[in-house]
């Protein structure tokens, strides 16, 4: 980990919560990112306020336009992102932006369905498709061995709800049907893009962030998140700066352990 540095990494959905966090957490190391391209929706909007506050105060921080269900957005910030890397390529991509609704097996509808699928299905993969080709150039330019997150990384934030071996142990209090089974997809997607980039050199891990104090993780009724986004975000980074090949293609938690799919 002492030895551990990202040149550039990109974090989706960091206008609040985790994302948001992460982008702290990356200003804040003793030797943080040269370039860190923090999108969200709307970065002119009420909820990005903070984040531009803080890109105000570090030119290292790029705000990026970039809505993870729209290509044109996608593609629009990928030419933004290489125009800034000045030939360099992209070391770590962290696919963060996703959505919950608060579905069960009987309320849940086709849209709701296909909203949350859209979002954290298809974002992520399209996200990748359109910054693969800078991940690639990182990897090329790199000379380090093995994979890590210094070199060229894919990090997909995922859940231990989309576990489907660990769902008996959370369903009753959290059913959330069409988040379930976005994220048990998103977790084949990472299981396919590390099969499909490994020649590449990319490495590729879905991460648990806990049930983490957010809008997102309180917004079920009666039931309490108990994580603090500091204390996910704390463990993330450290798992983030230890990964290696050994962890290419598996599910983790934010302390490190791997969880089953």
Not at 67 to 74: L, M
Request: with cysteine.
């Amino acid at each position: 980990m002492a030895g551990f540095h990202v040149r550039s990494v990109l974090v989706t959905g960091s206008n609040r919560g985790i994302g948001l966090e992460l982008i702290k957490h990356f200003i804040g190391k003793p030797n943080p990112p040269e370039v860190i391209f923090a999108t969200c929706r709307d970065p002119e909007g009420a909820r990005a306020q903070e984040l531009k506050k803080l890109a105000s105060k570090h030119p290292n921080v790029m705000i990026l336009q970039l809505e993870a269900t729209d290509s044109a957005s996608i593609k629009s910030a990928a030419k933004k992102a290489e125009a800034r890397l000045g030939g360099t390529g992209l070391n770590l991509l962290i696919n963060n932006a996703g959505v919950m609704l608060p579905s069960t097996l009987e309320s849940a509808t086709p849209e709701d369905m296909l909203s949350v699928y859209n979002t954290n299905v298809v974002g992520p993969l399209l996200v990748t498709q359109a910054f693969l080709p800078l991940l690639k150039k990182a990897a090329q330019g790199s000379n380090q061995k093995g994979m890590s997150c210094s070199k060229a990384a894919i990090v997909n934030i995922s859940t231990v709800l989309g576990s489907i071996e660990k769902t008996p142990e959370t369903f009753s209090f959290v059913p959330v049907v069409s988040y379930r089974c976005s994220k048990a997809a998103l977790n084949m997607l990472t299981k396919c893009q590390s099969m499909g980039y490994k020649q590449d050199g990319i490495l590729c891990t879905a991460l648990h962030p806990g049930w983490v104090k957010t809008e997102l993780g309180n917004f079920q009724p009666n039931v309490q998140a108990d994580l603090t986004v500091d204390e996910s975000v704390s463990g993330l980074m450290k798992v983030i700066c230890d990964l290696s090949e050994k962890h290419h293609g598996i599910l983790m938690s934010w302390e490190g352990n791997t969880l089953p799919w």
